[in-house]
């Protein structure tokens, strides 16, 4: 999922301060996970904006905010709403905010939150990230444990001379993400697998910005 949290009020405020009507977007998904475009927080964007003297004309939780075709039909009963309000604030990530923009193309729209990383919640309201979307998964040979992401140096073939007792040198709350990989391969009975792989520089090519996927083509290959 992608990680969001809420920007600053004020940063927004200073975005908006010359609109008076808005129009409310959130998102069923991730957002409403982080807290940060769900029924509460929609409800509660909607009270602070009336408190500083503005208009919502309405809101809506998009089921899936990046689904830019989903997200269109979706919001066609609230057409009227949308027409009467100057501006559209999107409580989702990043992509959401940009289906917004792609659908309404004259009106202007502003992102409530910050788009942090992609991510596992682990426990309620607790987000880790996880993946650094390369583009070329090496997941297969380190035991599951991404080291890209997960060590800070991003080091290919751990661990580096700083490891401590197991854990990483940049903060000894952070346990070095090869002794995490070392550690499955072992319960695994993979250590000699681990031992005899060199995972080779890698070629970022694949994450070369921006991207684009065409599913249906890869289906038929
Ligand atoms: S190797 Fe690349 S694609 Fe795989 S989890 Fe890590 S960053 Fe993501
Ligand atoms: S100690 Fe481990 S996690 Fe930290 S930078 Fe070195 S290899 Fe990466």
């Known amino acids: 999922m992608i990680i969001t949290k809420k920007r600053e009020f004020k940063d927004l405020m ?3 301060k ?4 808005f129009f409310l977007i959130g998102c ?24 500083e003297g503005k ?18 039909v979706e919001l066609k009963p609230f057409k009227d709403a949308i027409d009467k309000a100057e501006c559209i604030i999107v409580m989702s990530c990043g992509a959401g905010t940009q289906t917004a923009v792609e659908l309404y193309e004259d009106k202007a729209v502003y992102p409530a939150n910050d788009s942090l990383f992609l991510g596992n919640m682990t426990r309620l309201q607790f ?21 890209i992401t997960a060590c800070p140096k991003g080091i290919l073939n751990g661990p580096c001379g700083g490891c401590k007792d197991g ?18 391969m072992k319960k695994l009975n993979k250590l000699q697998e681990l031992c005899e792989t060199t995972i080779e520089a890698k070629d970022w090519s694949a994450a070369q910005k921006p991207r684009t996927l065409i599913a249906r083509e890869e289906k038929k290959k």
């Open 127 to 147: 987000f880790d990230e996880r993946c650094s979307l390369c583009g070329r998964c090496i997941l297969d040979k380190t035991g599951g444990i991404c080291p």
């Open 167 to 184: 854990h990483c040198e940049i903060s000894p709350d952070i346990k070095c993400a090869w002794v995490r990989i070392y550690e499955r």
């Open 28 to 51: 069923s998904e991730c957002a409403t996970l982080c807290g940060t475009g769900g029924e509460p927080e929609l409800k509660s964007m909607k009270e602070v904006l009336e408190a």
């Open 55 to 72: 208009a919502v004309t309405g809101s809506f939780i998009a089921k899936t905010g990046c689904q830019v075709l989903g997200t269109k």
């Open 18 to 21: 010359g609109y008076k009507s």
């Open 14 to 16: 200073e975005n908006i």
